[in-house]
C-alpha cells in the first residue's frame, strides 16, 4: 500500500511559477512510476507528466504532455520519497486539481487506470 499527499498548490498569476511535492509513504517508492495528472471543472483527467522508476536499466526517462513541454519539469528524489513537479510561464488554461500517482507498471504509462494509487489532489488556480 502506497499513500501520496501533494502539497504546493495555490493561486498564481499567469507567467508564474509553483513546485508541487508529493510526498509517498513505503520502502518501495523507488520502484513506482510516478506521475502528474490534473483535471478541470468538467473535463476528464490527463495525463501532465510521468517519471519511470529507478529500476530501469537506462535510468529514468520522463514523459511530458505536449501542452507543458518546456514549460513543466517532473523529477523525483528517491531518497526522500518524493516526486516534484516544477511549473513555469503558467497559463489561465493549467488551473485544474493536480493529481500524483503511482504506478507498478514496468515502464511510464500515461493513462489514468495504469495508477495504482493516487493522492488527494492539490488545486492550482492560475489568473490572467
Given at each position: 500500500q502506497v499513500q501520496l499527499v501533494e502539497s504546493g498548490g495555490g493561486l498564481v498569476q499567469a507567467g508564474g511559477s509553483l513546485r508541487l511535492s508529493c510526498a509517498a509513504s513505503g520502502r518501495t517508492f523507488s520502484s513506482y512510476v510516478?506521475?502528474?495528472f490534473r483535471?478541470?471543472?468538467g473535463k476528464e483527467r490527463e495525463v501532465v507528466a510521468t517519471i519511470s522508476s529507478a529500476?530501469?536499466?537506462s535510468g529514468s526517462s520522463?514523459?511530458?504532455?505536449?501542452?507543458v513541454?518546456?514549460?513543466?519539469?517532473i523529477s523525483r528524489d528517491n531518497a526522500k520519497n518524493t516526486v516534484y513537479l516544477q511549473m513555469s510561464s503558467l497559463k489561465p488554461e493549467d488551473t485544474a486539481v493536480y493529481y500524483c500517482a503511482a504506478s507498478r507498471a514496468?515502464?511510464?504509462?500515461?493513462?489514468p487506470v495504469m495508477y495504482d494509487y493516487w493522492?488527494?489532489?492539490t488545486q492550482v488556480?492560475?489568473?490572467s
Open positions: 510516478m506521475g502528474w483535471q478541470a471543472p529500476m530501469g536499466s520522463v514523459y511530458y504532455d505536449d501542452s513541454k518546456g514549460r513543466f519539469t514496468l515502464s511510464i504509462v500515461v493513462t493522492g488527494q489532489g488556480t492560475v489568473s
